[in-house]
């Protein structure tokens, strides 16, 4: 069954560090996203691309923040530098342009 | 921003009672709605789509429906199992599919 990939699966880093997720979606999944979760609370949208292309990220921190899709298909976000409140679980999800969104395993990040 | 509520926050129930959980949301203008569960620690498992012409969607012992008009959406779980217990989540789908989610019911099957 095709699923999401997202490595690592947990990630430890000190302050001031920099730090970068990768997502590989679904195939054919034009849709991809990436999404915030906080202990106890729903995912927050961070950045969302069509293909190559972002079409939201208006809640990405691009001080600190960063997200690329090069060729349309795997992705990876970056985080330079890392802050304590950067701690949370990071989700990479794809979808079809319209329809169900699948989510990976997710990326839970500690920053020390 | 759109918002999504769902309540209750937690729920602990016996095992084998049927069960609602209730999902709220402020604009109607929907693309689809779709529910996951999530264990702890762990990434999202889809469990149900609704698209926006649809009333509810069935798998197994859940069961989802959507009342647009409304802004309610709610999934229905028949003879609950330990093996239930777990977060839900719901998330609504507005303009090139962006999904919002609510907070989620924590849900404790208790043997």
């Known amino acids: 069954e095709a699923e999401v990939a997202q490595s690592p699966r947990y990630k430890i880093t000190e302050k001031s560090q920099a730090v970068a997720f990768w997502c590989d979606p679904i195939?054919?999944?034009?849709?991809l996203y990436w999404y915030r979760q906080i202990l106890g609370q729903g995912p927050e949208l961070l950045v969302q691309f069509q293909d190559e292309s972002v079409v939201d990220d208006s809640q990405l921190p691009k001080d600190r923040f960063s997200a690329e899709r090069l060729k349309g298909v795997d992705s990876t976000l970056k985080i330079q530098p890392a802050e304590l409140g950067d701690s949370a679980m990071y989700l990479c999800?794809?979808?079809?342009?319209?329809?169900?969104?699948?989510f990976g395993q997710g990326t839970r990040l500690t920053v020390v | 921003k759109q918002e999504v509520t769902q309540i209750p926050a937690a729920l602990s129930v016996p095992e084998g009672e049927n069960l609602v959980l209730n999902c709220s949301f402020t604009?109607?203008?929907?693309?689809?709605l779709q529910w996951f569960r999530q264990d702890p620690g762990k990434g999202l498992t889809s469990l149900l789509l609704?698209?926006?012409?649809?009333r509810e969607q069935t798998s197994g012992r859940l069961n989802a429906s959507l009342d647009k008009s409304s802004g309610r959406s709610t999934l229905y779980i028949a003879a609950s199992q330990p093996g239930d217990s777990a977060t839900y989540l719901c998330a609504v789908a507005y303009n090139f599919n962006k999904f919002y989610f609510g907070s989620g019911t924590k849900l404790n099957v208790k043997p």
């Open positions: 195939s054919g999944h034009a849709t």
């Open positions: 999800a794809s979808s079809l342009l319209t329809g169900e969104a699948f």
């Open positions: 609704i698209q926006s012409s649809q």
């Open positions: 604009d109607s203008a929907i693309y689809n």
